[in-house]
């Protein structure tokens, strides 16, 4: 357990962490961009967007766009700005914030993230600083006993309250030494395990179904003898053309056969039914990022020719692109079990253990997902984000008892995802489909 967190500590970054409390409302703004269009999105996320978060449409597009434009900017101000730079967010009004410490290059940063139309947050300790405020966790936990250091699942700086977070299982039994004095713990996710689909039966006479599956519509996997019911994710092409979905890799049951004749196979899922059979697991990732590529078959391939996102049997909010993960910003998710439900992006450049492996570089949301949502998509805006992966609720039966057990707890719902990036990093030629 010490070797692997080492290695998390190692590779952390610039992990970022809002803390949020469990009813969070983000009140009306005036857009300091010119909004997008917004007739494209879909009645059922305008919504949620109403429900969870208290914004229209509008403010949903402009903030979106904000946080790519601070993204672009944390990239050049990390390696210009180094000495002072702290990190980037929106805070709870949507105002595009840039973290400066006093040094050298403060008043040339300052001029810099005011002339983009950002405003400056003066923080105590530089990204670097907090950095290796981590490696001094790292190197105090490999110190420490088993009984100690493997109750430490995860570590992470919180960009806005300029400190460090650690996540455990068992937040009152983990003690820090005093130089970590100050620090918050917080509680370590669960994998967001996919339902069961062992009791699926075809539907009589099978399905030969011509309409298009966009991401958020259900599936089930069927491999080694187990059955899954997830969520597809975005659909996308291979270097090659040929149509695939991006979906999580915890829902493939079999995933040693990844991309072979024993690979689980793909069904569309129609309430508590197998429908056609839509194809098989290509590629299947669990070591570090949590993803999988379904390969369609001949007869189902054009039914994922489409760059749509929505909840089941609802009209599609169509991805016109892909997205960095920021602090702050405004994310929507989709999925078979919970439909749209909508939050902000909480933490970013997340090294956390789920279960037995560790999800790195991932981020993390105050949204709820329960099992069934796991590989569903995360939107930002009209741009594509992540997959969903794990949760801190998933266990419950409804998202009404989740954010109230958790609120007992001092906590929120959290669901942590892959971002859709770093998939995309990993198999050069992969796309999201746009069109």
Not at 2 to 27: E, K, Y
Not at 152 to 166: E, H, L, P, T
Request: net charge negative.
């Amino acid at each position: 357990m010490r070797r692997t967190f080492a290695r998390r500590t190692a590779v952390i970054g610039s992990a970022a962490l809002l803390l949020l409390g469990p009813a969070v409302a983000i009140a009306q703004a005036e857009p300091e961009t010119e909004p997008a269009q917004t007739s494209s999105l879909p009645a059922e996320l305008v919504e949620a967007l109403q429900r969870d978060l208290n914004i229209d449409a509008e403010r949903f597009l402009t903030d979106a766009q904000r946080s790519q434009d601070l993204a672009a900017f944390a990239e050049k101000a990390r390696e210009q700005f180094e000495a002072v730079f702290a990190g980037v967010w929106l805070d709870d009004q949507g105002t595009a914030t840039v973290g400066l410490t006093e040094g050298d290059g403060f008043e040339e940063a300052r001029k810099a993230a005011e002339d983009a139309g950002f405003t400056v947050a003066e923080t105590e300790r530089s990204e670097d600083a907090l950095e290796d405020q981590l490696g001094a966790l790292g190197d105090w936990l490999e110190t420490q006993p088993p009984a100690v250091a493997d109750v430490i699942r995860g570590i992470a700086i919180d960009v806005v309250n300029n400190d460090v977070v650690v996540r455990t299982d068992n937040v009152s039994g983990v003690e820090l030494p005093d130089f970590l004095d100050g620090v918050r713990v917080l509680f370590a996710p669960a994998e967001l395990t996919p339902e069961g689909a062992t009791d699926l039966q075809p539907i009589a006479g099978g399905l030969d179904a011509p309409d298009a599956l966009f991401g958020g519509d259900a599936y089930a996997s069927l491999g080694a003898g187990e059955g899954l019911r997830c969520s597809l994710g975005f659909n996308g092409e291979d270097g090659s053309g040929q149509p695939v979905n991006i979906t999580a890799g915890h829902c493939d049951p079999n995933r040693a056969q990844a991309g072979t004749r024993w690979a689980s196979q793909v069904h569309q899922l129609i309430g508590d039914n197998l429908g056609q059979h839509l194809g098989s697991f290509e590629k299947t990732v669990l070591d570090g990022s949590d993803y999988a590529l379904i390969r369609p078959t001949s007869a189902a391939a054009g039914r994922f020719e489409n760059n749509g996102v929505r909840v089941p049997l609802a009209a599609p909010l169509p991805i016109t692109g892909i997205a960095d993960p920021v602090v702050g910003a405004p994310v929507c998710k989709s999925g078979l079990r919970t439909g749209y439900s909508c939050g902000v992006v909480t933490a970013t450049g997340q090294n956390v253990e789920i279960g037995h492996r560790v999800l790195e570089n991932g981020f993390s949301t105050n949204l709820c997902a329960l099992q069934g949502d796991s590989g569903g998509t995360l939107v930002t805006g009209t741009l594509a984000l992540g997959i969903s992966s794990a949760s801190n609720v998933g266990q419950y039966g409804m998202c009404e008892i989740a954010g109230f057990v958790s609120g007992l707890l001092g906590e929120s719902p959290e669901l942590f995802a892959t971002p859709i990036k770093t998939v995309l990093a990993e198999n050069p030629g992969l796309k999201v489909r746009t069109w």
